[in-house]
């Protein structure tokens, strides 16, 4: 082998792994346990190698899963014979790429009402013994709300930070008494053989936040998404808050992250509002929330005149106030009509009868101005009732709300596409002798095949550039992967994700749902693989 051919080997090795790790993941930390027998993160070595001739990258991973006639995907099952219903909400990456799923399942036989569950698994995808089967399930029959919804988790390990054991946050609402509803974050840590409530944090390890910006029964309050801040010790919520019948803004709130309890720096006494009010119905909504390295804060989501919603964002300071440095008034490329800048953006390029919103927003070093990645779903009415045609956008944004490049990435358009979840992906490419990065971001969705009602998984990778990685996958599709899970309706298939993230070997990991039956709903597990490319060969 060329020796030169050879060191560039080693180092395309040893630098994917590193910066695969300071990318990094929702939820995921730098240092923590693996799995049994790996004891500590092992390097990669030329064994990682074998079989990694040719394009592999985004095809399903023949070395994970528990079923040989299912290579690269598998189920997970809380219920055991009774029927149920289970969705993943979030995955908490583990370093030796071991990972815990969180979800939660409602058993409909006895009735046992909304349960949060987790799973810990090795990296191959096998259950590991840290939990019995693998498997740990907290009944939240016994909460103190007439109902309640958890939407979203991200967890976290980081002895660096004083936490160490895994530690998971699960955030949605709770629901109080008639049209009162308030932000619910539930704490749970990993303890002795077991999840339980996080000790010291809210009461028996919940938490809430009420805004009560209207009067009774307009008391709706909701988080849908949130970020931990281990750097400044807090939890972050985004979602919307009500002020009155036809009116929503968004609401971001700000708790300790160890007691739950209001973060004083922030806003008003830990919460803040921020209002878009586009035509008579005012319908904000925040679907997404990041923290830079800096303390800012990106709130992405959708603002309604009441018929279709749009792409909107606000970006905020750490102490919650509007950074009026974020699309300026004269900032050319942040295309925003003049009433929403100055801290705010309001798309202004929708088509026509298109409803629009931020998935996912997704920041990182791969942008010299702090910027981000910003995901839409946008939507058009479909051939029937309940068929819309979609599409994804993923744009870049700079740190001061305009674009570099001002070019939008398509993810392609078709019956009942719905972009669910998106995560940064950071690669290096061989180009001759050098080693180059790549960085892209990875979006899944889920679609309905051509002339059918079966839905399946779509993984896309879309790169810096704004194009689509037309090398991503050998198919079945051109540039993207598409999978989906058996059922046991005849004719019929139903599958889509959730939550898609990867691991320190840049391997990506989709968590979704299936339908079994008409009464039986099971999490599901995909690996993409992301193997070396070696478009040269050996010397």
């Given amino acids: ?86 969705f993943p909400i979030g995955v908490l990456m583990l370093p030796g790429d071991g990972f815990i799923v969180v979800g939660i399942s409602t058993v409909f036989e006895p009735d046992d009402g909304a349960r949060l569950v987790l799973s810990w698994h090795r990296r191959d995808g096998h259950y590991a013994p840290r939990l019995d089967q693998g498997r740990e399930i907290i009944p939240l029959g016994n909460l103190p709300f007439e109902e309640f919804e958890l939407l979203r988790a991200q967890g976290v390990f980081d002895p660096s930070a004083g936490i160490t054991q895994p530690r998971v946050y699960a955030a949605g609402r709770a629901t109080s008494g008639p049209g009162n509803s308030d932000f619910l974050v539930i704490c749970v840590t990993y303890m002795t053989g077991s999840f339980i409530r996080c000790p010291g944090f809210g009461s028996n390890g919940m938490a ?95 603002a309604s005149d009441g018929v279709h919603p749009r792409a909107a964002m606000a970006q905020l300071l750490p102490d919650g106030s509007l950074d009026t440095g974020f699309c300026p008034t004269a900032e050319p490329t942040c295309d925003s009509p003049l009433p929403y800048r100055n801290g705010r953006r309001l798309w202004n390029d929708e088509p026509q009868g298109a409803s629009t919103r931020i998935v996912r927003l997704l920041g990182g070093s791969f942008h010299t101005s702090g910027g981000v990645a910003v995901v839409r779903h946008q939507e058009f009415p479909g051939p029937g009732r309940d068929v819309w045609t979609g599409q994804g956008l993923v744009s870049l944004q700079r740190g001061d709300g305009g674009c570099s490049p001002c070019t939008v990435a398509l993810l ?69 992967q598409v999978f989906d899970y058996p059922s046991s ?44 490319i070696l478009e040269n060969g050996f010397d």
């Fill in 208 to 302: 809430t936040v009420p805004f009560d910006l209207g009067g009774e029964p307009y008391r709706h309050d909701r988080a849908g998404d949130l970020h931990i801040d281990v750097a400044r010790q807090r939890l972050l919520l985004a979602g919307s808050a009500q002020f009155d019948r036809h009116d929503h803004d968004f609401a971001i709130a700000s708790l300790d992250m160890n007691s739950g309890a209001p973060d004083p720096t922030f806003g008003n006494q830990g919460r803040k509002t921020i209002p878009f009010d586009v035509g008579g119905l005012h319908g904000d909504h925040a679907h997404s929330i990041l923290v830079h390295m800096d303390g800012r804060i990106s709130v992405g989501g959708s």
């Fill in 412 to 480: 392609q358009e078709g019956d009942g596409l719905r972009i669910e979840d998106a995560v940064l992906d950071a690669r290096l490419v061989l180009a001759g002798d050098l080693l180059l990065p790549d960085f892209g971001v990875l979006v899944t969705a889920t679609g309905l095949v051509p002339g059918t009602l079966n839905a399946v998984t779509h993984v896309y990778r879309v790169k810096m550039t704004m194009q689509l990685d037309t090398a991503f996958s050998s198919g079945p599709a051109p540039a993207r």
């Fill in 489 to 532: 309706i005849k004719g019929y298939r139903e599958s889509w994700p959730q939550v898609i993230t990867r691991d320190s070997r840049n391997r990506i990991l989709v968590a979704g749902s299936r339908v079994w039956d008409e009464a039986d709903t099971d999490i599901t597990l995909t690996r993409l693989q992301y193997d070396v």
């Fill in 1 to 86: 082998m060329n020796v030169t051919r050879c060191l560039h080997l080693a180092a395309l090795v040893a630098l994917a792994t590193g910066m695969a790790g300071a990318a990094g993941s929702p939820g995921s930390a730098a240092t923590g346990p693996d799995d049994p027998p790996h004891a500590y993160r092992q390097p990669a070595g030329p064994s990682d190698l074998l079989g990694s001739f040719g394009r592999r990258i985004g095809d399903l991973d023949p070395h994970f899963g528990l079923v040989p006639s299912m290579p690269g995907r598998f189920t997970v099952d809380f219920g055991g014979t009774s029927p149920s219903a289970e």
